[in-house]
């Protein structure tokens, strides 16, 4: 009876814990849903991974390890890395058009024939540059840019709750030479 009895509890206890981290991760996938989602699916999982500052923003890269003229993939983030000379954006990966998720060409690097790449959208093949800006319809307006700084140690710091859409200064940050 005894071991029935604990059998129960840990039971009990299993289901409880069950019922935690399906919580937890209903409730991480409710707030990424779109992103981990819709990027898992076109395989933007890919990139290099992050951390979480003490105040919630996503600590990702030093700015100077981008390469000029280059995207760099973030994994299970809504954004991609982009640098524009000494400029670097956050830019969202959900195309302006129908929202499918942008992948950058040539794995982000600079072309062959030494033209930047772009972010290309599978679903109906719109274009965006470095900055976000549409080169190639059906999309007409330019990726949201996410607000972003620089740490003391040059590190590209995003805030994923703030997309913007007015390319405003606290959406690019400069590294110094
Ligand atoms: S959804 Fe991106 S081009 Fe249509």
Redesign the pocket.
């Known amino acids: 009876m005894d071991g029935q009895g604990m059998s129960r509890r840990m039971a009990l206890k299993v289901a409880a814990v069950g019922v935690a981290v399906c919580a937890c991760d209903c409730v991480d996938g409710a707030t990424r849903a779109g992103p981990a989602t819709a990027g898992a699916a076109a395989g933007a999982a890919a990139g290099i991974e992050t951390t979480i500052a003490a105040d919630g923003w996503i600590v990702t890269t030093k700015a100077a390890s981008i390469g000029e003229d280059s995207f760099v993939m973030v994994a299970n983030q809504p954004f991609v890395l982009a640098r524009k000379g000494a400029e670097v954006f956050a830019l969202s990966t959900k195309?302006t058009?129908?929202?499918?998720i942008v992948k950058p060409q040539n794995g982000g690097k600079p072309l062959a024939d030494g033209k930047a790449p772009e972010l290309v959208?599978p679903?109906?093949?719109?274009q965006f540059s470095l900055t976000g800006a549409v080169t190639t319809p059906?999309?007409s307006r330019p990726l949201g840019r996410y607000k972003l700084r620089l740490s003391k140690e040059g590190m590209v710091e995003v805030d994923i709750t703030a997309l913007l859409t007015d390319a405003g200064a606290d959406t690019v940050v400069t590294i110094k030479a």
């Open positions: 195309c058009h129908q929202g499918g959208c679903r109906h093949k719109a059906p999309a």
